[in-house]
């Protein structure tokens, strides 16, 4: 029988974490406090931002959400990293829905940037760079979604046991299918599950592309052309993730998958047929409320770095 996985439930350990470190931030008086900007008329959008705002007042976070007019976006991102007041950022996208909506990614400053977006989190992250000092006490930013997905990898029990000395990685040896190469979700998802041991298929409208693990430790992944199919790569998979935001996409079948298998939709559209659950081992049907949860998780994490020493 397939376990269905509530993002609700799992992020509600990570809340309970958060709380904890939220209390030590008060005793020193130094709250946190975020500012959302949503500058679009995008359903999807304004459900993220409220959902951001619920959950920062249900931790007790100052949170303020400043609609703007598109246009008026860049000034509103100038404005908030010029206050010091101001801990993290986070935009709503699209916007414009072109690269013109990478460019406002980058305005946020990096120690604002708590989803993660920014070209130097993605370098560090595609390079495999998991602390930004030497003496490794700061730890990298990763993006939120993707976050939030590998650590529902996790809560399904799909993760390796290390040996307990901290050698072995958490993916070593799956195989993995990611209907999805957006720069936002779908490639730093790939490249972060590779860097944990996965063998990763990369699907996209311009073909699929293979993760392999890196050759080395602390290297960074490989990237490999391939002529995989659909069929191939979702036969051999342990983990399939899918985020493709069209009605066409042809929904995951029961019958594609490995039985025992694990099941992601990150999408706002369904990407699995309603038979999945006849073969899946589990499935996750979204995964909303944990990308909330690791966006304040990154907050705090920035706030840790900035006093760290």
């Known amino acids: 029988m397939t376990v269905v996985i509530d993002p609700g439930e799992v992020a509600e350990r990570f809340r309970e974490e958060i709380r904890a470190q939220l209390a030590q931030l008060a005793a020193t008086k130094t709250p946190l406090r975020l500012v959302g900007i949503l500058a679009g008329d995008h359903g999807p959008s304004g459900t993220y931002a409220l959902y951001a705002q619920r959950a920062c007042t249900d931790l007790g976070i100052e949170f303020e959400l400043r609609r703007q007019p598109r246009l008026a976006a860049e000034a509103a991102i100038r404005r908030a990293n010029a206050d010091d007041s101001?801990?993290?950022?986070?935009?709503?996208?699209?916007?414009?829905g072109t690269e013109?909506?990478?460019y406002l990614r980058d305005l946020v400053e990096p120690e604002k940037d708590i989803e993660g977006l920014h070209s130097t989190w993605a370098r560090a992250l595609y390079e495999n760079r998991r602390f930004v000092d030497a003496a490794?006490?700061?730890?990298a930013i990763l993006p939120c979604t993707p976050l939030a997905i590998l650590k529902l990898v996790e809560a399904a029990g799909f993760f390796r046991a290390g040996d307990g000395a901290g050698h072995g990685q958490a993916l070593e040896g799956r195989t993995v299918s990611i209907f999805n190469r957006s720069e936002v979700v779908g490639r730093p998802l790939a490249s972060m599950m590779a860097h944990d041991g996965a063998r990763v298929y990369s699907f996209d409208v311009d073909g699929p592309l293979l993760f392999e693990p890196p050759s080395e430790p602390d290297a960074a992944h490989r990237l490999c052309e391939t002529n995989v199919t659909r069929a191939r790569a979702l036969a051999e998979s342990e983990i399939v993730i899918t985020g493709v935001p069209s009605k066409q996409f042809e929904k995951v079948r029961a019958n594609e998958l490995r039985p025992g298998s694990l099941c992601i939709n990150f999408s706002t559209f369904k990407n699995f047929a309603d038979d999945v659950e006849s073969s899946a081992a589990c499935f996750v049907p979204r995964v909303g409320p944990m990308t909330v949860v690791m966006v304040i998780r990154n907050a705090l994490r920035l706030r840790e770095n900035l006093h760290h020493g």
Request: no cysteine; hydrophobic share 40%; aromatic share 16%.
């Open 86 to 96: 101001v801990h993290g950022i986070m935009i709503y996208y699209p916007i414009f």
């Open 100 to 102: 013109h909506d990478a």
């Open 136 to 139: 490794k006490t700061k730890k």
